[in-house]
């Protein structure tokens, strides 16, 4: 089945750095990569996704990047904010796995004002 | 507001008991999952229903049943609860009818705690 690996596990910034965390994927059949952004005490919401026939998308200060040849994917966080504190999921669906989604470990991101 | 509600949000118990997780949904989507959380390990799928009479298992089924009541209800069983299924277990739904079919709408979770 597939795997998804999220790198870090933590990670600490200064208020208006830039934040990347980064995901890698076993499965080449993947076609769906989503990031969910998890608050303290709340349900993960989808903040962004990508589709494998794309290779970067942006929204606002959030852009995600796909590397299929190499099977990984990005989160890029610009401008960070406190509010940026949170945990990231990033997961893969492939049609190997039932169209099911496989996520990521998550990163723990903490923004410092 | 259409959402996604989880009964009880906070359970502690005892090794060998039965446990029910229920989840409600208002959004009318046909597709829900549960799925446990725990740190480090992310989310994982423990079982998912496309529809009333669908019923899959996903990664981490073992120890766990469901059932799908009708098409707002999802409900997740621990036979008999054990310390290592202490976690916060989480609902979600999805719509087949539209391309975020794989857009997942979270319930607010469940923690629960086996001693």
């Known amino acids: 089945g597939e795997n998804v690996e999220q790198h870090p596990s933590t990670l600490s910034v200064q208020e208006g750095d830039s934040a990347v965390i980064k995901c890698t994927y076993s499965?080449?059949?993947?076609?769906?990569f989503p990031w969910y952004k998890q608050e303290l005490g709340k349900r993960p919401q989808l903040i962004i996704d990508?589709?494998?026939?794309?290779g970067e998308k942006k929204d606002q200060r959030i852009a995600v990047t796909l590397n299929k040849t190499a099977k990984h994917f990005s989160l890029h966080i610009t401008e960070t904010q406190p509010e940026d504190s949170a945990v990231y999921f990033c997961?893969?669906?492939?049609?190997?796995?039932?169209?099911?989604?496989?996520f990521g470990g998550g990163t723990r991101l903490m923004v410092k004002p | 507001d259409a959402d996604v509600t989880q009964t009880p949000r906070n359970r502690i118990t005892k090794t060998g008991k039965r446990i029910m997780l229920e989840c409600s949904q208002t959004?009318?989507?046909?597709?829900m999952y549960w799925y446990r959380q725990d740190p480090g390990l992310g989310l994982r799928l423990i079982y998912y229903?496309?529809?009333?009479?669908?019923?899959n298992k996903g990664e981490i089924s073992d120890g766990y049943s469901v059932s799908r009541q009708a098409q707002a209800k999802f409900s997740l069983s621990l036979e008999s609860a054990i310390p290592n299924q202490t976690a916060l277990y989480f609902c979600?739904?999805?719509?087949?009818?539209?391309?975020?079919?794989?857009?997942?709408?979270f319930g607010a979770g469940s923690r629960l705690t086996v001693l």
């Open positions: 499965d080449s059949a993947s076609n769906y």
């Open positions: 229903s496309f529809d009333v009479k669908d019923i």
């Open positions: 979600a739904t999805s719509d087949s009818r539209y391309s975020g079919a794989n857009v997942l709408t």
């Open positions: 990508i589709r494998s026939n794309v």
């Open positions: 959004k009318g989507h046909d597709r």
């Open positions: 997961a893969a669906r492939s049609n190997n796995a039932g169209n099911m989604l496989t």
